[in-house]
């Protein structure tokens, strides 16, 4: 690298530090009570490939936030790495694990959280990236479309957690907070590199084993966020 290349590198801004935030507390309870955390696919649980997409798209550090079944998730899935935590009140809904989440992020230094759900494992490192790249500050709000339809993952730049705390709540998430500030959110389409079907229902379970070799996506006409 010549001068001038080493004195624009050092001019350029510093990259916005982006953790990544996996909510993967739920229960299961149309799958039997089947933890989805520990859902399999490709011979290691879902809450493996969720982390491994977070890292891989550039999220660091990475929070989990498990719920149902955690003691179980913590001896059979690799976590070494991740801040692991327990929503005990995870039965809720999504709310409480989205708060618990982000208040474990104050006071990182880090400017967003990039929050992505266990049940979706056709979103991979190439879908975190395009929406971890949208960052720009900690105003930042955007999020993933597919084919228009806003879904996951959603970046919350830090100026926003605190509003999103205060309206998070059952399993709405951050539903309410998002559709009031539908105007801001920067939607980024990822429809052509991921797929966000929800992982719900014994079919659901058939289809996402379907995905295999990379999860590459398959045509699903209703698929949206």
Partial sequence: MNGTAQRDAADEPPRPAVAGL????????????????????????LVEHAVAAMRAGGCSPVH???GAAAQEVRVHAELSGCVVLDNTDWESGMGSSL????????GTGV?????VLVDQPGIGAGAVARVRAA???????????YGGRRGHP????????????ESAEGDRGARTYL????????????GDIADPADIDTPADIERMEGLGGGLRPSPRPDAGG
């Fill in 22 to 45: 996996l909510l993967a507390a739920g229960g299961g309870r149309r799958l039997g009570g089947r933890p989805k955390a520990l859902l399999p696919l490709d011979g290691r649980p």
């Fill in 64 to 66: 989990v936030v498990l």
């Fill in 99 to 106: 708060r618990l989440g982000l208040s474990s992020l104050a």
């Fill in 111 to 115: 400017d967003a959280a990039l929050v």
């Fill in 135 to 145: 960052c720009g500050s900690s105003a930042s709000l955007a999020a993933a479309s």
């Fill in 154 to 165: 959603v970046l919350f730049g830090a100026e926003h957690w605190p509003g999103v705390d």
């Fill in 179 to 190: 559709r009031a500030r539908a105007d801001e959110i920067e939607l980024v389409e990822c």
